[in-house]
């Protein structure tokens, strides 16, 4: 039996605790923004921006319905179009303004597609991921430990897969490049019954903030000039290009007639391309590419 009244409540709860320790790091409070959908259901958004630490950040939750799902959303389902959807998440970006801080990104979400005179269908997704652009390998190590604490308990191989799937994921296609480090991604998941699907999404979700927030505690701090935030700002497009050409949410959030403003609150507030641009050989920024970006194992 498909319980949304527990998964509601585990993912508004999800929200105000990460938003809680999010505001003891940066010292600001979020703009809490509640809206509702013409179609129906609505959400809460949680932003910061231009804070002591994160110069944009957005915690959201979403619970949305309508008449058909949208073709995000049944990529991998065909046999599911023209179904009703019930959809309700939690989904995040952060997007910290020293260069040494990583920015990440958390999603878990529930769908359940209904027709008439047969059972629903029910599925979940989520996942975590770093983006960082001036790394230590022991930061990137902890977040992947933590991804894989989250998910021993369900089985001996389902990080190691969900870690592959994260990797292939968030892979830009037009520049053969990943977008950060990785951590881990899953969908359509509804093996082993929802007792059990919904606990591994409330693992991945638990897990988030020991994950990340001790990464920005580390390296807050650290000094920085405008040659580290021009480069930040030029990996942050990679950001941008992932998220409107390739990243299921955003769509799915425009398809279905989402809020505009909650589904682009992802987007990093200073951002910059430049034409056929290299690092310069032995560089830092060099040191991303060659060591960190190459999909491998840190645990």
Known sequence: MIDTAAIKSYFTGLQDSIVSRLEAVDGTPFRDDCWT?????????????????????????????????????????????????????????????NPYCPTAHMNVRCFI??????????????GMDLTPYYPFEEDVRHFHGSCKAALVPFGP???????????????????DEAR???????????E????RCFALTRAVGDAFAE??????????????GERERDFQAYRRGRYVEFNLVFDRGTLFGLQSGGRTE?????????????????????????????DFLPPRDWV
């Open 37 to 97: 959908r013409e179609h129906g259901g609505g959400g809460r958004t949680r932003v910061l921006e231009e804070g002591q630490v994160f110069e944009r950040g957005g915690v959201n939750f979403s619970h949305v319905m309508g008449g058909n799902l949208p073709a995000s959303a049944t990529a991998g389902r065909p046999e599911l179009a023209g179904r009703s959807f019930e959809a309700m998440g939690v989904s995040l970006v952060l997007h910290p303004r």
């Open 157 to 175: 191989d389902v990080h190691a897969q969900y870690k592959a799937w994260c990797d292939r994921y968030f892979h830009l296609k037009h520049r």
């Open 211 to 224: 994950a990340y927030v001790p990464l920005v505690e580390r390296r807050l701090d650290i000094p920085y």
């Open 180 to 190: 950060g480090v990785g951590g881990v991604f899953f969908d359509d998941l509804n």
């Open 262 to 290: 909650s589904i682009l609150m992802s987007m990093p507030p200073r951002v910059q391309w430049r034409y056929d641009w290299h690092p310069e050989p032995g560089s830092a920024e060099a040191k991303l590419y060659e």
């Open 192 to 195: 082993g019954g929802f007792e």
């Open 113 to 126: 597609a209904s027709k008439p005179g047969t059972e629903p269908v029910w599925w979940f997704g989520g």
